[in-house]
């Protein structure tokens, strides 16, 4: 990674008066020091968390829960752990739907205007994607089905 510019840091200081502002100046600072998430140590893990299972969906779909999914850990994933802008996640998300209609015939219509309106909400909170413990905990049945999808074992996942 390159060393960051000076004038980089004085921006981000320069904007940092309204806390709303320094959020945003943050994530475009971070953006700068890393602007390829795979190139970076952290891509993938925080705090010692792994996300690898919320890639896995991402990548096969789901049979249930797509709603709620969404909701409690795609979109959280997508804006505040991958940083993408609401444009690239929600082209993400209509790929995991995608993904969700191909494998497991679950094709109902999801609503882009909700889509959206998701994002934008997670954006602005800046809420993180819920664990697969949280899941267990808060939503038993969306657990199991997450669990059978990503082909873990109920014990071993993490």
């Known amino acids: 990674m390159p060393a960051p510019e000076p004038e980089s840091f004085k921006r981000f200081a320069d904007r940092c008066s309204v806390p709303e502002d320094c959020v945003v100046a943050a994530r475009e600072l971070l953006s700068s020091l890393c602007p390829d998430l795979s190139q970076c140590a952290s891509q993938g893990r925080r705090r010692g968390i792994s996300y690898e299972w919320i890639e896995t969906l ?12 969404i909701l409690f850990v795609i979109s959280r994933y997508l804006i505040n752990i991958k940083n993408m802008s ?19 015939g679950n094709c109902s219509k999801i609503y882009e205007s909700w889509i959206r309106n998701v994002l934008s909400k997670v954006k602005s909170g800046g809420w993180k994607p819920w664990t697969l413990e949280r899941l267990k905990e808060k939503d038993p049945d969306l657990y199991s089905t997450v669990v ?4 873990a074992k109920e014990e071993g996942a993490k």
């Open 58 to 69: 991402l990548r096969q779909g789901i049979r249930d829960g797509r709603h709620r999914l």
């Open 148 to 151: 059978e999808s990503i082909g």
């Open 86 to 104: 609401e444009a690239e996640a929600l082209k993400e998300v209509e790929g995991f739907l995608q993904q969700s209609c191909k494998n497991y």
